[in-house]
């Protein structure tokens, strides 16, 4: 008799959930689901800068999909021994004392601050500037926050819905709700908590008297809205509860791990356990992420310990929109005749328009900043493309973009290297780095760096999957730590895109004029509106 993990992950537009034989990493089943409840964000005439999610589809994913995956496998419900969950981040939601989203009761349900924000909700900006201005003045810079945040999202609840932010009782990550309502039990995790809910090793939650100083109001929020007690991804959170081993028809047996961040769930997906490795997932946005156990403060980076492997600090700097930025190309840019000349050649859109990049005669020619969702720590900021003119084509606007991604990368890893944190090769994973062998290649020229691919296509929730399976314990067919639960089951493809040397000379050119760029604009007051 086998035994068995499921890994769910809560992407920006669908959740993806997996089967996982525990003894060795196969994928036996997978399963998909489209988030399909969007007209409410119409009913409720949401701003652009607010990107909102239904509770409804997170629970669907657990209750409806669930279900689904284990009927497409062989394997029997009773052999599955483990859950683990993880969600973009910060995306977070109000909640009362029982767990219930405050948009289910009637009094809420045409209040978009009572569903669940997601990461990409850029509504806090001001508030996110509030909080940085107080955080320069009491010397703590180096703990800036995001508008996409834990707390910059709760006060503007608080400065736009007073009696919501009265009302509720918790305002929680999506990841540590969903497994509050398979467990019963309220536990959070330390990851989601140190790299965007305002904790950190050393000095735990946010003081009361910086928060007294932000706003008066907001003064209380950690002792009355958030838990005190974290615990690391690998931990169990609790065994099924009755109801919800019922509903899904799994024993409660069944381990549920405490969650984690998607991003950092895909690292283990990869195989690597150790330092000097670098895990990228490109998708939407993109995250980069390395193992130390050096205790660093690196520029742009933050760091959490005992959020993948026991005693290894993880580091993580990211990219906001590298997806969503070629995504912006093809919507908006590609003209119609592409469109005529990709159907009559069979082929799709986007391998067309990566056959055209090779007729691109002059790298360089436009030079683009990927800024298109602002920076992490400044969503202000915009996207630039320098260079144009009459003569630019698409493809040329297309290369800028990508290789302008893949200088935001090679910037994020001399930051590393700088500290002596060196960074010898990648493992990519997400939409990106399995769609795209092209994107992969140019990344490898400019980084100088070869980059392997994780195994699994869903690496994200194939990690969780090997976090639960560490939360299950070796006394339950699991395993006892997060080193041989990753080396036994996670993994990298055997192609491995090499850096063409014939680049170099070229891409170090163009990378002076990118950080030139980069320097100018992101240290510029401008303000052309």
Not at 325 to 343: K, L
Not at 372 to 385: E, V
Not at 423 to 432: N, T
Request: net charge neutral.
């Amino acid at each position: 008799m086998g035994k068995y993990a499921i890994g769910i992950d809560y992407g920006s537009k669908s959740s993806r959930l997996i089967l996982v034989d525990v003894s060795n990493g196969q994928e036996i089943a997978e399963h998909v689901m489209e988030y399909k409840h969007s007209a409410f964000c119409e009913r409720l005439q949401v701003t652009p800068d607010m990107v909102l999610h239904h509770p409804l589809d997170y629970l669907d994913t657990i209750y409806v999909g669930i279900p689904r995956l284990i009927q497409n496998s062989s394997v029997s419900p009773t052999e599955i021994i483990s859950i683990g969950i993880d969600s973009t981040t910060s995306t977070v939601l109000a909640v009362d004392a029982h767990g219930v989203p405050m948009c289910f009761r009637d009094k809420y349900a045409n209040c978009p601050n009572a569903y669940i924000k997601l990461w990409k909700d850029h509504t806090a900006m001001c508030e996110a500037a509030r909080i940085n201005e107080i955080l320069e003045k009491e010397n703590l810079g180096s703990r800036k926050m995001s508008s996409e945040w834990l707390l910059p999202k709760a006060f503007y609840i608080l400065n736009n819905d007073p009696e919501l932010y009265e009302e509720m009782e918790r305002f929680i990550e999506v990841s540590d709700w969903l497994v509050w309502i398979l467990t019963g039990n309220e536990k959070c995790s330390r990851s989601q908590a140190g790299f965007t809910g305002l904790w950190t090793p050393d000095r735990g939650y946010i003081e009361k008297s910086i928060l007294n100083k932000i706003n008066t109001d907001l003064k209380d929020f950690v002792d009355k809205k958030l838990l005190p007690d974290l615990y690391s991804p690998f931990e169990r959170a609790g065994y099924l509860a009755y109801k919800e081993a019922k509903k899904l028809g799994l024993g409660m047996h069944v381990a549920v791990s405490i969650s984690n961040i998607d991003a950092i769930a895909a690292f283990p997906a990869s195989g690597i356990t150790g330092p000097g490795k670098m895990v990228s997932v490109i998708g939407t946005s993109s995250c980069h992420m390395l193992q130390s156990k050096s205790d660093m403060n690196i520029p742009n980076s933050m760091k959490v310990k005992n959020s993948i492997f026991p005693g290894y600090y993880t580091y993580i700097s990211s990219q906001v929109a590298v997806g969503d930025c070629f995504n912006w190309f093809f919507e908006n840019i590609i003209p119609y005749q592409y469109y005529v000349e990709a159907r009559s050649k069979n082929k799709d859109i986007h391998c067309y328009m990566e056959e055209k990049l090779s007729t691109v005669p002059q790298r360089g020619k436009c030079i683009a900043l990927d800024w298109w969702n602002g920076l992490r720590k400044n969503s202000q900021l915009k996207g630039i493309i320098w260079g144009l003119d009459i003569n630019t084509k698409p493809e040329d606007i297309y290369l800028s973009l990508i290789e302008s991604t893949a200088f935001g990368l090679k910037l994020i890893i001399e930051g590393y290297e700088k500290h002596n944190i060196k960074v010898d090769e990648i493992c990519a994973a997400g939409g990106v780095a399995h769609n795209s062998s092209v994107i992969l290649q140019i990344y490898a020229n400019i980084i100088k760096k070869p980059i392997k691919v994780s195994r699994s296509k869903h690496a994200s929730a194939f990690g969780m999957a090997i976090f639960s399976s560490v939360a299950a314990g070796k006394e339950n067919g699991g395993y006892d730590n997060m080193f041989e639960a990753t080396a036994k089951m996670g993994g990298a493809q055997e192609i491995c895109y090499y850096p063409q040397k014939e680049y170099f000379k070229l891409y170090d050119q163009i990378y002076k004029k990118y950080k030139k760029l980069y320097d100018y604009f992101a240290n510029s007051d401008i303000n052309i509106l």
